[in-house]
């Protein structure tokens, strides 16, 4: 699975963005996908996963409510809401594809086989 993000950009504290992660390859529909963020000094971590059905998400507590994830198997995409946007969601948004469909351990790096190349997301305040 190769993963392209896009959707970055600069945006004003309140507003939204919408991320994008495009995959290719025929077990996409299969795979688990997240998006995880990393902020200049600090380790990547865990915003949002969303099983291979899209029957199961969860959220960062830092980001719940304010950004949802949706995909769409049979265009192999999986988008980012993000809403009420604040100056701490400053970012690289990385999305990330696991070999299975479903984890208790989702909210790991380590569970992730395939990375985009990430997507800048700057909140001014």
């Known amino acids: 699975v190769q993963l392209q993000a896009s959707g970055g950009g600069l945006v004003q504290a309140g507003g939204s963005l919408r991320l994008s992660c495009a995959a290719s390859?025929?077990?996409?529909?299969?795979?688990?996908m997240a998006w995880f963020r990393q902020a200049p000094g600090k380790e990547r971590e865990f915003v949002v996963f969303?099983?291979?059905?899209?029957?199961?998400?969860d959220y960062a507590d830092s980001v719940k409510g304010r950004f949802t994830i949706s995909r769409d198997n049979a265009k192999n995409t999986v988008s980012l809401q993000m809403n009420s946007l604040k100056p701490e969601d400053t970012a690289v948004y990385y999305c990330?594809?696991?070999?299975?469909?479903?984890?208790?351990?989702?909210?790991?790096?380590?569970?992730?086989?395939?990375w985009g190349q990430g997507t800048q997301v700057t909140v001014s305040s």
């Open positions: 390859g025929r077990t996409f529909s299969s795979s688990a």
């Open positions: 969303i099983s291979w059905g899209g029957g199961s998400t």
């Open positions: 990330a594809a696991s070999r299975r469909g479903y984890s208790r351990n989702y909210f790991s790096i380590h569970e992730y086989d395939y």
